[in-house]
């Protein structure tokens, strides 16, 4: 059992490496993608067994709009297919959907989606984060606007506006597939989250590589800029 201070409450994934899935072995990259949806089933499933508090995973940036318009199309229709598949599952281990980013941009029918999932899954006691239409600069700038609405810019008022002030404080932040940068995500809840990064590609991790990096985690000694 890991002591309580080095426990995990708060992991958040950048799942990259489904285009090089797909690349290495000669398939479109819709299949990577689709695989990389199988990978999230897999590790959502596996938070019953655990005692991880919060999952938040970057599924679609502000800037993945600039892709070709089929993979974004291909991308859409995955997550409407996902909502449809998986919401009772949701329910059913008491998982709580959240969002963050601007996702009212989407379709209608997507908005609708989500925002049903949303009210149907507010009891859970385990939560799903899913970062849509999601960019960490603009929603920096966003909250520092709404705090400067409310009076004097301070790192509180600001975290008080930030899509992620309903969850637990980030952990650990884990990238697949080889790549050592943050892409835009987290930026201001990374401030003292460990790092953890894999070449594993994201449609080939498991549940087991999370327990791996929980682990790891638990072996680490956290001091926040002090000694």
């Not at 009076?151 to 597939?177: K, N």
């Amino acid at each position: 059992m890991q002591p309580e201070s080095l426990r995990a409450r708060h992991v958040a994934i950048i799942m990259d490496g489904n285009g090089r899935w797909a690349k290495r072995r000669h398939l479109p990259r819709v299949v990577g993608h689709q695989r990389g949806v199988e990978a999230v089933r897999r590790l959502v499933r596996s938070l019953k067994d655990g005692d991880l508090e919060c999952l938040t995973l970057y599924a679609f940036s502000s800037e993945n709009w600039k892709r070709p318009e089929d993979e974004v199309s291909a991308l859409m229709d995955m997550l409407r297919k996902f909502i449809r598949s998986d919401l009772e599952e949701f329910i059913e281990n008491g998982v709580r959907l959240a969002i963050i980013g601007d996702y009212q941009v989407l379709a209608p029918d997507i908005v609708d989606l989500l925002e049903d999932a949303l009210a149907r899954t507010a009891g859970g006691t385990r939560t799903v984060a899913v970062a849509l239409n999601y960019g960490s600069q603009q929603e920096i700038a966003r909250a520092a606007r709404l705090a400067a609405a409310e009076g004097e810019i301070t790192p509180e008022a600001i975290e008080r506006h930030l899509f992620t002030r309903d969850l637990p404080p980030l952990d650990l932040l884990i990238r697949t597939s080889g790549e050592v940068r943050l892409s835009n995500f987290l930026l201001w809840q990374c401030a003292y989250a460990e790092m953890a990064f894999t070449d594993v590609l994201w449609p080939d991790f498991t549940p087991q590589h999370l327990a791996e990096a929980l682990d790891d985690f638990a072996t680490r000694e956290r001091r926040y800029g002090g000694r």
